[in-house]
C-alpha cells in the first residue's frame, strides 16, 4: 500500500519560512521522482517542484530562489524548504510520486500552508 504522508504545515507571517516533509512507503523509492504541487482556493493544481532520485530539480517560476527541494532517500521522504513566503503562497501542498518506470502517480492527502500576518 502506496502512502505519502506530508506534515509541516501551518500559518507563517509574511517573509517567514516553512519546512514541508514528505515520507512516502510502499514504493521502491529510488525508481521514483517526487515532488510538490499546491492548489489554492479557486485555483487550479500547479507544480511547485521536482526531483528526480539523482538529484535534478525543477521549480515553477514563482518560487525559484526561494523554496528548495530535497530528498532523503534513506528516510524515503521529500521535503520543500520554503523562505520569504508571501501570501501568494498559501495553499495546500500535495507530496507527488511518480514512478519512472510505470508511469504511475501517487499523491498525499496534503497539507495547509498560510501566509498572513
Known amino acids: 500500500q502506496v502512502q505519502l504522508v506530508e506534515s509541516g504545515g501551518g500559518l507563517v507571517q509574511p517573509g517567514g519560512s516553512l519546512t514541508l516533509s514528505c515520507a512516502a512507503s510502499?514504493?521502491?523509492?529510488?525508481?521514483?521522482?517526487m515532488g510538490w504541487y499546491r492548489q489554492a482556493p479557486g485555483k487550479q493544481r500547479e507544480l511547485v517542484a521536482t526531483?528526480?532520485?539523482?538529484?535534478?530539480?525543477n521549480y515553477a517560476d514563482s518560487v525559484k530562489g526561494r523554496f528548495t527541494i530535497s530528498r532523503d532517500n534513506a528516510k524515503t521522504t521529500v521535503y520543500l524548504q520554503m523562505n520569504s513566503l508571501n501570501p501568494e503562497d498559501t495553499a495546500v501542498y500535495y507530496c507527488?510520486?511518480?514512478?519512472?518506470?510505470?508511469?504511475?502517480?501517487?499523491w498525499g492527502q496534503g497539507t495547509q500552508v498560510t501566509v498572513s500576518s
Open positions: 510502499g514504493i521502491i523509492f529510488s525508481t521514483y521522482v
Open positions: 507527488y510520486g511518480r514512478n519512472i518506470l510505470s508511469a504511475n502517480n501517487h
Open positions: 526531483i528526480t532520485n539523482g538529484g535534478s530539480t
